[in-house]
Structures are given as structure tokens and as C-alpha cells.
């Protein structure tokens, strides 16, 4: 493993993108490690990625995620929640990464939107800028709002403005709302 001490997270997910890559699941980063991606810099002891698995298939893939010597913790959500399943991969350095399986709303092509950064001599795949303000207005919370609202400014006119509006409506009322409200802003 990267990572020989706290607040090391971005490095755990490095180990676990080399995971994912083997087993060739598509993912996308998201969260504040997307937020700087996208000019919107903030701190998080964590590191998050949705992924193309099913919350099934992520059973599997917890599996494979401890016989590689990561700890592991899975949740399942329940019929109302948004996010089907979380599995959260931890380090004896209390570093976290959660994986998002099953997001309502989340389209496959999220995940051929995504872009690649290079990041510690390796490559990340990451929510392209429509896919993560539309996420970031779905979650909804204050500052999800504001990471949102600061992406939009940060990017201009460097938005497909038609792909943003599209992907927000995949995932409902609430969310347009919240970009409707942006706009006004």
C-alpha cells in the first residue's frame, strides 16, 4: 500500500483504483478530490468514487477488496435511500475511501463522461463537470449547494449547459429545483 500514515487518502484510493482497474470496474472519483478537479478546493479526510457495479456485484467486489489486504466495511440502504449500497475500504492509518454503488439517478454514461487526471504518476478517472454539479445537487445538503454554485462559476461558459440540465433531470424534482435556483442566482 501507498500509504504510511494519516490524512493519506487520496493514496489509499490510488491502491484501490489499481484494484478496480484488474477487475476492469468502470468508477468515477466524486466528492472534494472531483470539487478541486473542477477549481472548488476543500478539505475531506476521505476519498469517494461511484462505480459501475451493482450493489450485488459489489458484494463480489468486497470480497477480492479484503483477500488484497484492504479492511472493509458494506452497507446496504434501504429502499428510500439514494445510494444503494457503500463500501467504505479503510487502512491502520484511519485513511477512507467510500465506493457508491447503485445511485439513483446516475446514468451509465457517467462513467465514459468521466475525465482522466493524472494524479501521483498514476491516472484517475473523474466525474466529468456536468456529472458532479449534477450530483452535488442531488445530495443537496449547504454545501453540496455551494460546491455546485462554485464549479459553475469557476467553469463559465466551459459547460455543456443542454448535458448538465439533462443529467440533473435523471435525477428528479429536488435537483432541478436546486439548479433552477442557481441560475437565479
Known amino acids: 500500500m501507498r500509504t504510511n500514515g494519516p490524512g493519506q487518502s487520496a493514496l489509499l484510493l490510488l491502491d484501490v ?52 489486504g484492504f479492511r472493509t466495511s458494506l452497507r446496504y440502504g434501504d429502499d428510500d435511500d439514494p445510494i444503494s449500497a457503500l463500501l467504505e475500504i479503510s487502512d491502520a492509518h484511519g485513511n477512507r475511501v467510500d465506493l457508491l454503488s447503485g445511485l439513483r439517478g446516475l446514468e451509465r454514461k457517467a462513467f465514459s463522461r468521466a475525465v482522466d487526471v493524472p494524479f501521483h504518476g498514476a491516472t484517475l478517472r473523474v466525474a466529468s463537470l456536468e456529472d458532479f454539479v449534477a450530483m452535488k445537487l442531488f445530495a ?3 454545501q453540496d449547494i455551494d460546491d455546485a454554485r462554485r464549479a459553475l462559476e469557476i467553469a463559465g461558459k466551459d459547460i455543456d449547459t443542454v448535458l448538465l440540465k439533462r443529467i440533473v433531470e435523471r435525477y428528479g424534482r429536488d435537483a432541478m429545483e436546486a439548479l433552477t435556483n442557481l441560475r437565479r442566482v
Do not use: F, N, T, W
Open 140 to 142: 443537496g445538503g449547504p
Open 17 to 68: 483504483v489499481d484494484l478496480l482497474s484488474a477487475e476492469k470496474v468502470g468508477y468515477a472519483v466524486i466528492g472534494a478530490m472531483a470539487a478541486s478537479v473542477h477549481g472548488v478546493v476543500r478539505a475531506s479526510l476521505d476519498a469517494d468514487a461511484v462505480l459501475s457495479l451493482s450493489p450485488l456485484e459489489l458484494g463480489d467486489l468486497e470480497r477480492r477488496c479484503k483477500s488484497a
